[in-house]
């Protein structure tokens, strides 16, 4: 018989349905319930490309006997952190404080008034390596409720004490400023890897937002030191084995330092973010419109990454699924991690026969020992001595390709998750502006079309997730409105229509007003959103920008665009964290570096007029704005009588040639009709 998940949307939720374990939902009634029957709850946090989450399901959910003692015990909740951020956040600060280590699958019990009271991550389902089994885990946590119910209590009633006495205060509510951001340089440039790229040891994850940082320190600045680490980084990133070689996209991070062997689970915000970076590095390196074979890599793995979406990740409506799970079977039954990426030299021969086998062998490092397990490497790009064949190169990839194409799929996640579609529409309009690919923009078109019509509601309030066009029940948090909101500049930018330009002005809007407090502080859930234990507020970018960081970016955007002053001042004012952070942890606050960049240079604001949309020399000016590396330069293009910007407004064309536009900090330059002199005053 299916449990009460049966009914969600979440497919991570959806895959715990038929388990004998009688799960919730996180609702009212499950702690409703856990009062009435004078129980705790369990609550287990998990999503649907976790390898670890699908270990513990099998081994503990999918057993009866442990079902049995959990249903007689407890009242069984079960969250897929993807669609609830907001009660992972506050749950995973509990387990972090109290553990000092935290991670999927989350196991967390509680009270029934949802005070946390015992923490874990992953139970086996017998003791090992010195963890407890799971049944321990339980049995010793029904005796603690059963006979020491006021030590459970004064221990609930302490967490949630010291978890309420955690709210951040970062000093003042001003800016970073070149003192700051040069301190972060500083800092990273310590703990930057020379000989392999990125940044500490294993494992490693790839570092999107510092290298957004990096790219803009180098435009505004000339520090050549940032963008060789933000260059070298990307180029290891894109040998190894994190990188898919044959189908492009990456996976989640590297297990070790040489990003040889990924965990290989594809999420939608890394390569939504990764794509960006890519392109951007192109765009900085590409020097007067001529590539070298760095930055000629570079803008392979942009359009690579944007394919690897559009092709793996797009959903029937026009959205971006979640992820793809690591696992998938290896042909024999077994669920295995990687099975689906990883070859043999034998499987390279069956495929190619000997001799372009042994050309694959060398090309892409497949060892007869191998570089993952059982014999089996992952395909990674080497630097190596001598000229390769391309055409025959290509041959290999594609009947590689095909080969691969038989094998049994890596599940998706079709969960369409608001903030990560921002970050994909994002990646996806840039990627196609820079590359003249205009079915990229138009994919990035139709996402922000199906946010628009089914998670925005007729008062912009966002609507988290949705799946097969039904939007989900959870309110979006900060990161949806903000990651949402930059989408759709970065889609007014591109395009053209100022729609984009209105949608997140009402985003924004939402954000100054039930997302903020007057000190400048930034909340992850809004002020009328679900009462939790704590109200949840994180500034550091993680494996995302932070909703904080986000929302600094898109409202010092949109004050470019329109002049706002309440939305120039809180953008200024959430920057406060990072003048607090950037110099003590700049790895982790790369998104709000790249903000603060932005700030001091401007950002710069460019009205780009022409008598029509299709004229040649308007578009010319429109693409050279475009591939401005000014940071966080914004781009209207438009008719001189046009009201789609407002910076579009009292343009007009000069002498009757399409005109370019500069403004910075209350200061406008000269009109011109030169792509060059654009160019020129879009870089430093």
């Known amino acids: 018989m299916p449990n009460r998940l049966a009914h969600e949307t979440s497919p991570y939720l959806l895959q715990h349905a038929e388990n004998p374990v009688d799960w919730w939902p996180w609702s009212d009634g499950a702690f409703e319930e856990a009062r009435k029957r004078n129980v705790p709850v369990l609550l287990s946090v998990g999503y649907s490309s976790c390898h670890w989450c699908h270990v513990m399901a099998h081994e503990s959910f999918e057993d009866q006997q442990t079902a049995d003692y959990l249903n007689a015990h407890f009242v069984s909740v079960k969250v897929d952190r993807e669609e609830r951020p907001d009660v992972d956040a506050v749950y995973m600060e509990a387990v972090q404080a109290a553990t000092g280590q935290g991670g999927w699958p989350m196991t967390v019990f509680l009270t029934p008034d949802a005070e946390p009271f015992y923490f874990g991550t992953y139970f086996p389902p017998a003791p090992r390596h010195g963890m407890p089994s799971f049944r321990q885990v339980l049995e010793g946590v029904q005796q603690a409720w059963a006979e020491r119910r006021d030590e459970v209590a004064e221990v609930a009633g302490k967490i949630v004490r010291d978890l309420a006495g955690r709210e951040i205060s970062y000093g003042d509510s001003r800016a970073p400023g070149e003192e700051e951001l040069s301190q972060a340089l500083l800092g990273l440039t310590r703990e930057y890897d020379p000989q392999r790229g990125g940044f500490g040891g294993a494992p490693k994850f790839p570092p999107s937002m510092v290298i957004e940082f990096l790219l803009r320190h180098h435009a505004r600045t000339g520090a050549e030191g940032a963008l060789q680490m933000a260059q070298d980084t990307c180029e290891r990133m894109a040998r190894g084995g994190i990188y898919d070689q044959l189908g492009g996209g990456f996976a989640r991070y590297s297990v070790d330092r040489d990003w040889t062997v990924p965990h290989f689970e594809k999420m939608l915000y890394d390569n939504a973010l990764l794509c960006r970076v890519y392109a951007h590095l192109w765009r900085a390196t590409a020097r007067d419109g001529v590539a070298d074979e760095h930055s000629e890599l570079a803008r392979r793995v942009a359009l690579e990454t944007a394919d690897f979406m559009v092709r793996e990740l797009r959903t029937a409506e026009g959205g971006f699924a979640s992820a793809l799970d690591a696992d998938s079977d290896d042909g024999t039954g077994r669920h295995v991690e990687g099975a689906y990426y990883v070859w043999t030299p034998e499987q390279l021969t069956e495929v190619l026969g000997a001799d372009d086998a042994e050309l694959a062998a060398q090309y892409f490092r497949v060892t007869v020992e191998g570089t993952f397990e059982e014999g089996a490497s992952v395909l990674q790009l080497p630097q190596q001595e ?87 029940a959870n309110a979006g948090v900060l990161e949806d409105y903000a990651d949402v909101a930059e989408g759709f500049l970065a889609l007014a930018s591109v395009t053209g229509e100022g729609v984009w330009l209105d ?182």
């Open 503 to 684: 949608f997140a002005g009402f985003l924004l809007n939402h954000v100054l007003a039930r997302f903020a407090d007057d000190s400048g502080s930034l909340y992850d859930t809004a002020s009328d959103a679900e009462r939790l234990i704590r109200r949840p507020q994180d500034p550091t970018d993680n494996a995302t920008p932070s909703g904080w960081s986000a929302a600094a970016g898109a409202l010092l955007s949109y004050a470019a665009h329109t002049g706002s002053e309440p939305h120039r001042t809180a953008a200024e004012k959430a920057l406060g964290v990072v003048k607090a952070l950037g110099p003590r942890v700049p790895r982790f606050i790369g998104w709000g570096l790249a903000v603060a960049e932005a700030l001091l240079d401007g950002p710069r604001e460019v009205a780009v007029v022409g008598p029509a949309p299709t004229d040649p020399a308007a578009r010319a000016l429109h693409r050279t704005a475009l591939l401005g590396t000014a940071p966080g330069a914004v781009v209207a293009v438009g008719t001189p009588d046009s009201d789609e910007f407002p910076l579009l407004a009292d343009r007009p064309l000069s002498g009757g040639e399409p005109t370019a536009y500069v403004c910075r900090n209350f200061t406008c330059d000269a009109p011109t009709t030169d792509p060059e002199r654009l160019r020129t005053a879009l870089t430093r």
């Open 386 to 472: 001598g000229v390769f064949d391309a055409d025959r190169i290509e041959s290999v990839k594609q009947r590689l390709l095909a080969s691969r194409a038989g094998r049994p799929a890596p599940g998706r996640d079709d969960k369409v998750v608001a903030a990560w579609n921002g970050l994909a529409i994002a990646a996806l309009a840039e990627t196609g502006a820079y590359f003249d690919r205009p079915d990229l923009v138009e994919a990035a078109l139709g996402a922000a079309d199906l946010l628009v019509r089914l998670h925005l509601d007729d008062h912009a309030r966002l609507s988290r997730t949705s799946k097969d066009g039904r939007a989900g």
